[in-house]
């Protein structure tokens, strides 16, 4: 099945830093999803990107369905940014998607 | 609009013991799912649904049974609960075809003793 590889796998980061999160998945698909689970353990939608670039607030998402990867900006980061950033991946007629295991974000004040 | 919806919140069950997982959705969706989630790790699928009355084993169904007898409602049963299956309950939906976008509802934590 494809195989979908997140990093780093913790982040460490001071309020106002900026980061990037990256996803490489072995296979093509259709739908290329990040979301934000916050400490609480809610699973929040942040992007749906199969290819391309959005922008929302300070967060923005590029996918390279060439390349097979992806990448989570998050700019001038602060404490409620913190939690664990997952990606998740469909390949064409799986109807399901597929995570990563995540990349856990520590943003201190 | 509550979305999706997940009950109950947290249960604590003794090894042998059954229970069923409710999850339902107000937002017409096609598409039903049951994911678990383990400390530290990523989700994953144990069943889902493309449509009502019809279900399909995931990645790890083992030890689960699920019903779709309507559209809005996706069950989730563990007919003998064993420590194994201690982990946290997220149920998903997303509307068909050209919709991929899953939501998620809050969880359910199951522990078993």
């Known amino acids: 099945g494809i195989q979908v590889e997140q990093s780093p796998p913790d982040l460490i980061l001071q309020e106002g830093a900026n980061s990037t999160l990256r996803c490489n998945f072995s296979?093509?698909?259709?739908?290329l999803q990040w979301f934000h689970q916050n400490p609480w353990g809610q699973l929040i939608n942040l992007f749906y990107?199969?290819?391309g670039t959005k922008q929302n607030g300070r967060l923005s998402a590029t996918t390279v369905a060439t390349e097979r990867y992806s990448l989570l900006y998050i700019s001038s980061s602060q404490t409620t940014d913190s939690g664990v950033y997952f990606c998740?991946?469909?390949?064409?007629?799986?109807?399901?998607?597929?995570f990563g295991q995540g990349t856990r974000l520590t943003i201190n004040p | 609009n509550a979305g999706v919806t997940q009950t109950p919140k947290f249960r604590v069950l003794k090894t042998g013991q059954s229970m069923t997982l409710l999850c339902a959705q107000d937002?017409?969706?096609?598409?039903m799912y049951w994911y678990r989630q383990d400390p530290g790790m990523g989700l994953r699928l144990i069943h889902y649904?493309?449509?009502?009355?019809?279900?399909a084993k995931g990645e790890v169904p083992d030890g689960y049974n699920v019903s779709r007898l309507k559209k809005q409602n996706f069950l989730l049963g563990l007919e003998s609960a064993a420590p194994s299956q201690t982990s946290v309950y997220f149920c998903?939906?997303?509307?068909?075809?050209?919709?991929?976008?899953?939501?998620f509802g809050p969880g359910t934590r199951l522990t078993v003793t």
């Open positions: 998903a939906s997303r509307g068909p075809f050209f919709s991929y976008e899953q939501y």
């Open positions: 296979d093509s698909v259709n739908n």
């Open positions: 990107i199969p290819s």
């Open positions: 998740a991946v469909e390949i064409q007629g799986a109807q399901k998607l597929v």
């Open positions: 937002m017409n969706h096609e598409y």
């Open positions: 649904s493309v449509g009502e009355g019809t279900t």
